[in-house]
């Protein structure tokens, strides 16, 4: 501001209208022209609404609620610098490489971001009451989340058994085959959504798998982790449910907090595509791809990071039919800090297609690209991934950087996986879709273009 002010001046001065100069500086100061003030109710409760009380709401897993403007002015100055930081709301995909475009983003924008500071740094105010919007139609603690968008509850249900989640102390798993009567006739799944019980559960899982044995196949028809609780596979792309007499494998990664969870029951819901109704493609959901060479043993081998220190790991995957990536989440523990996935293509043009710079192992995100973005990989290509570890005190998730770091499934060990969302393809599939994609964007570019000539 005053250097504004002064550069006013400067330029006034030079023009040698001093006395002008100086009633036009009283004038500016004594009626400054009123910035439109920033209110909760007009401007800031919509961005809340819209991208914070998901989470922030009575008996969730985060911190407080942030439905009132009670509460939201008690956490003015922590709201600023998360959201400043962009640590909050969680999203933590590197702005400055890779394809930028994701279904469900839901970071803020920069002007959203610059409304809440401008907001706490005025004294956050209330504004006119009136102006609240409505509270927005969340689900019920408890509730399907998918149930509304489908509006029907799951087609399909599955259940873990009861397991005694104790009060305090390590890391706990638990691993049940649960067999039941499975279907009839085969199905295609549209959508997953893993369901923690509520409200403690949904605090104590932190993270599982469930995988459906029947019609001889194992699939992995659910993944959940901190910030990835359903996923909706795209109009025209289902995973098959095949026939028969099933069971599913459950793999649950329990950790205490602090208070019990006895008889702590999860449970899968599936919906389907409509019956008779085969989408056009058929995905393999989220596959596990390894960048740590440890075929899943605790013992001997790549990760290895210094007290202090620091670790890079590269893993490669070749793909051995085209593939089309729909989404990718990376996995690491405390020490993980940076995570991409990159395409080595056949004539070898390499392109970062997702990097996150900013890993938090608390938040076990899917990032799903953008519809018309999602890579369509040739046969051949390799996907390379690249993890690198701080075991150093300037990590802040890091719990004692004096300690030696190897791989393990506790939480204060390492990993380094990243679960990609897959459909491969057939050669005539890819390239229709490729040309469908090429003739979307000419017929794009092509409007774009006559826009700008007008
Ligand atoms: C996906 C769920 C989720 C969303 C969306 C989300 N938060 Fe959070 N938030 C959490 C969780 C869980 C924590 C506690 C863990 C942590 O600090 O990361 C948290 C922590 C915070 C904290 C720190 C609280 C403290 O005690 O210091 C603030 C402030 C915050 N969030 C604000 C926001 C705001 C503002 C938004 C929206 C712009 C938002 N969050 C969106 C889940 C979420």
């Given at each position: 501001?005053t250097?504004?002010?002064s ?12 006395t ?10 004594v ?23 998901e ?17 939201a002015?008690?956490?003015?100055s ?7 930081s962009r640590?909050?709301p969680?999203w ?10 994701y ?15 401008r ?5 956050a105010?209330m504004?006119?009451?009136?102006d ?5 139609d969340l689900?019920?603690?408890g509730a399907?989340q ?6 029907r ?13 104790i009060?305090?102390g390590?890391?706990?798993w638990?691993?049940p085959?649960?067999p039941f009567?499975?279907?009839d006739?085969g ?6 959504e893993f ?22 196949r194992?699939?992995?028809i659910?993944?959940?982790g ?5 996923e ?12 028969g007499e099933?069971d599913?494998?459950?793999?649950l990664?329990?950790?205490?907090v ?11 819901g599936?919906?389907?595509y ?8 058929e995905t ?7 960048v740590?060479?440890?075929g899943?043993m ?23 039919q085209?593939t ?13 800090k940076?995570?991409s ?13 997702g990097?996150?710079?900013?890993y938090?192992h608390?938040w076990q995100?899917?990032?799903q690209?953008a ?15 690249t993890?690198?570890?701080?075991n150093s ?15 393990g499934r ?11 969302g ?17 003739a ?8 774009g273009g ?5």
């Amino acid at each position: 501001m005053t250097r504004h002010i002064s550069g006013h001046r400067q330029l006034i001065y030079s023009l040698g209208a001093v006395t002008t100069a100086f009633a036009i500086l009283m004038a500016l100061q004594v009626h400054p022209v009123p910035a439109q003030e920033v209110t909760f109710a007009k401007d800031v409760a919509p961005i809340l609404y819209e991208s914070c009380v998901e989470c922030h709401r009575p008996n969730s897993f985060a911190p407080m609620s942030l439905l009132t403007y009670e509460n939201a002015r008690r956490y003015a100055s922590r709201i600023r610098s998360r959201v400043e930081s962009r640590s909050m709301p969680p999203w933590h995909v590197d702005r400055t490489v890779g394809i930028q475009a994701y279904e469900n983003d839901y970071s803020l924008t920069d002007g959203e971001i610059e409304t809440i500071v401008r907001w706490v740094d005025d004294g956050a105010p209330m504004g006119d009451k009136a102006d609240i919007p409505p509270l927005p139609d969340l689900p019920e603690g408890g509730a399907w989340q998918l149930e509304n968008s489908f509006g029907r509850p799951p087609d399909l249900i599955v259940r873990s058994t009861p397991y005694d989640v104790i009060e305090n102390g390590q890391d706990q798993w638990w691993g049940p085959t649960v067999p039941f009567a499975g279907l009839d006739e085969g199905r295609w799944i549209k959508a997953y959504e893993f369901k923690p019980s509520w409200p403690l559960g949904l605090r104590v899982v932190h993270h599982g798998h469930a995988t459906l044995r029947a019609g001889g196949r194992n699939i992995g028809i659910a993944h959940y982790g901190v910030g990835k609780r359903y996923e909706t596979f795209p109009d025209d792309i289902g995973m098959l449910f095949p026939a028969g007499e099933a069971d599913v494998t459950w793999s649950l990664h329990y950790f205490p907090v602090g208070v019990g969870a006895p008889q702590d029951v999860v449970e899968v819901g599936l919906w389907f595509y409509p019956e008779g109704e085969k989408p056009a493609l058929e995905t393999r959901g989220e596959v596990l791809m390894r960048v740590d060479r440890m075929g899943g043993m605790p013992r001997g081998g790549d990760i290895l990071i210094p007290p202090h220190g620091q670790q890079v790991l590269q893993g490669a995957h070749v793909l051995d039919q085209p593939t089309l990536i729909n989404s990718f989440r990376p996995h690491m523990h405390m020490r993980g800090k940076e995570m991409s996935i990159e395409a080595i293509y056949p004539d070898g043009q390499r392109e970062v297609l997702g990097k996150v710079s900013d890993y938090k192992h608390i938040w076990q995100i899917s990032y799903q690209f953008a519809l018309d973005q999602k890579p369509l990989l040739p046969k051949g290509t390799v996907l390379l991934f690249t993890s690198v570890f701080d075991n150093s005190a300037a990590n802040p998730l890091n719990p004692d950087p004096e300690q030696w770091v190897v791989f393990g499934r506790r939480g204060v060990d390492d990993m380094s996986h990243m679960w990609v969302g897959i459909t491969e393809l057939e050669q005539e599939e890819f390239e229709r879709l490729t040309a469908e994609r090429r003739a979307k964007l000419v017929s794009q570019q092509g409007q774009g273009g006559s826009e700008k000539n007008r």
